[in-house]
């Protein structure tokens, strides 16, 4: 007689309808389980007659209770703060689930590529934490990414460049917010529309091409003369703005690739005494405290930051929880736009 095959804790699931994960949390009796799932998974273990593995419990509660929230390098010596709201919002929306799920939340600084890596393969094998999320800009180092995969190091990379580079992603679906923006501006009457900020990061790419789409789907060319490629910062903005305010036939329209940007736009069009809106129409990203703090309150599309670091924890978690498979892997949030009052139709001519 042939030996009954062993019922596995997948078949389980499958007859619950409910997640792997569901099920081990289920076994283990954590908090937070939704009642009727709870049944589900009880009825179907019953029901199959399934024996969980002693080995299996024991490697389930050995998962460290706790991961890392990467820092970008830069947030050492942020001597005027830029970037401390992102920050922030990657802890809290980090934070608010390792409190659901009950595991700590470690921040761990960055320092140059190499170190860091060693630093994070370090935690991990120590069994002090049981990975990590890795947030832009620090998901632009290649190396990082692939030293932590090389070493089946755990980690939820957010708003990487190339996704290829991490098993599990979460971003903001940028372009296409962008894109809508810009044709809105177009539907206004606005034709002379220039580009503010940008680079090599994953969110100057994504918000570039959106622009550019607008344009292409408008039948409107793209002057290279509207496109100012400077950095993230307002420093970056007041760049762009002296340089396209200062063109002979200027932009009536300028979409700005974040707030802060944005910011140091509206501060060079004060300098030059234009009427706001009326003479220049500016639209930023990433909706800020800034943006409702500039004159005029800016028009702008709102960044999940918080969401994003929130998802990208369920990712890892439920990845420590499954063994090391994989869950939910991806997840492309939208981008929300926000209308205040630095936007209007272009001056007549």
């Not at 078949?11 to 099920?23: L, W």
């Not at 370090?122 to 800009?137: E, H, I, M, T």
């Not at 990487?160 to 809508?180: G, I, M, N, Y």
């Not at 800034?290 to 994003?308: E, G, N, Q």
Request: include cysteine; charged fraction near 20%; aromatic fraction near 4%.
């Amino acid at each position: 007689m042939n030996k009954p095959e062993k019922i596995t804790i997948r078949e389980v699931a499958a007859r619950a309808g409910v997640s792997v994960m569901t099920v081990s949390r289920v076994l283990r009796n954590e908090p937070y389980v939704a009642e009727d799932k709870c049944q589900a998974v009880r009825a179907a273990i019953k029901e199959l007659g399934y024996v969980p593995l002693q080995s299996a419990r024991n490697l389930a509660s050995s998962v460290p209770k706790a991961i890392g929230l990467l820092l970008p390098r830069e947030a050492g010596d942020m001597s005027d703060k830029t970037g401390y709201e992102y920050l922030t919002a990657l802890h809290l929306g980090a934070l608010g689930v390792c409190q659901e799920r009950n595991y700590a939340l470690v921040l761990v600084k960055g320092q140059s590529e190499r170190r860091v890596a060693e630093d994070l393969v370090g935690l991990v094998r120590s069994r002090q934490l049981g990975g990590f999320v890795v947030p832009a800009p620090a998901t632009e180092s290649p190396g990082l990414l692939n030293a932590l995969a090389r070493h089946a190091i755990p980690f939820s990379a957010v708003s990487p460049l190339r996704t290829d580079r991490a098993p599990l992603w979460v971003a903001a679906d940028e372009r296409p917010a962008v894109r809508a923006m810009t044709r809105h501006l177009i539907e206004l009457g606005h034709r002379h529309i220039a580009f503010a900020g940008g680079g090599s990061a994953r969110a100057g790419f994504e918000r570039l091409e959106g622009f550019k789409e607008a344009h292409q789907l408008a039948h409107l060319p793209v002057s290279d003369r509207y496109l100012s490629l400077t950095g993230f910062g307002f420093d970056g903005g007041l760049e762009s703005g002296r340089a396209l305010l200062g063109l002979a036939k200027r932009p009536t329209a300028v979409v700005c690739a974040n707030d802060d940007i944005a910011a140091g736009v509206l501060a060079v069009a004060h300098e030059k005494q234009l009427v706001l809106p009326a003479q220049l129409s500016v639209v930023g990203f990433d909706n800020s405290g800034l943006s409702r703090k500039t004159w005029p309150a800016l028009t702008t599309i709102d960044l999940p930051v918080a969401a994003m670091a929130a998802q990208a924890v369920r990712q890892l978690i439920g990845t420590l929880e499954s063994g090391g498979e994989a869950v939910a892997a991806t997840a492309l949030l939208p981008c929300l736009p926000t209308f205040r009052d630095s936007v209007a139709p272009p001056p007549r001519a």
